[in-house]
């Protein structure tokens, strides 16, 4: 079966606007996770989904970020009013059930703001 | 402050000897989980060790738990080159969020 999947690949964009990445999970996957990861740092974890509960939004690191799940699948975060310090690599993972199980994550979204 | 944290930063051997790659964390655990990063891309699922297991192996990988220590450790044995890559260590909180705490990861250089 497919595994998750993250678009775009690589995102150029200018200082003040505003992107979207999208992750598709693994079909059946109830739990989502975005995660950032500036340059040679490990994963600094964003949001968590975890089926029909409230989101896990504590590590959103300002207003600025958001994100959704529609449909418990398909995700989209959203980073308004980008800074340059915004650039990273932006990762997501989907697990079956929840953090105690393997998560499986996709290829990332380079994001470069100018 | 960092859940886990892996030492060391970087580590270079040559091909075929082992590498062990050390990772500490701070709080009660439910498991520990080790992941492989190729070119700061996504990563991939390497072993998962519950808070009462000790040691687990997988192929050439071999992973002990100290909970009294709060820490762990990854064994590569035979490395090649193919192995080349950072390594993470990844801690759930047990009375925390519902959220793993990824460190900031051991890159791992195979010689030929």
């Known amino acids: 079966g497919a595994g998750v999947s993250q678009s775009p690949s690589n995102k150029v964009t200018e200082k003040g606007k505003d992107v979207e990445l999208r992750c598709d999970p693994i079909?059946?996957?109830?739990?989502l996770y975005w995660y950032r990861q500036s340059l040679g740092q490990g994963l600094e974890f964003l949001i968590y989904?975890?089926?029909?509960?409230?989101?896990?939004k504590s590590g959103l690191p300002s207003d600025r970020f958001s994100a959704e799940r529609t449909g418990g699948s398909v995700s989209t975060l959203t980073i308004q009013r980008t800074q340059q310090e915004d650039s990273a690599v932006y990762l997501c993972?989907?697990?079956?059930?929840?953090?105690?199980?393997?998560?499986?994550f996709g290829p990332g979204t380079r994001l470069l703001v100018l | 402050s960092q859940q886990g944290e892996e030492d060391p930063q970087a580590l270079s051997i040559q091909e075929g000897e082992n590498a062990t790659m050390n990772c500490s964390y701070k709080?009660?655990?439910?498991?520990l989980q080790w992941y492989r990063q190729n070119s700061g891309r996504g990563l991939v699922h390497l072993i998962l060790?519950?808070?009462?297991?000790r040691e687990k192996h997988s192929g050439r990988l071999r992973v002990t738990l100290d909970t009294s220590k709060k820490s762990s450790s990854l064994l590569i044995t035979a490395s090649r080159a193919a192995d080349t890559a950072s390594y993470f260590c990844?801690?759930?909180?047990?009375?925390?969020?519902?959220?793993?705490?990824f460190g900031q990861g051991t890159r791992l250089t195979i010689n030929p």
């Open positions: 993972a989907s697990s079956l059930a929840g953090v105690r199980e393997t998560q499986y």
């Open positions: 079909s059946g996957h109830t739990a």
């Open positions: 989904f975890q089926g029909n509960s409230a989101p896990d």
């Open positions: 709080t009660s655990i439910n498991n």
């Open positions: 060790i519950r808070s009462n297991e």
């Open positions: 990844a801690t759930d909180n047990r009375q925390g969020a519902q959220k793993l705490v």
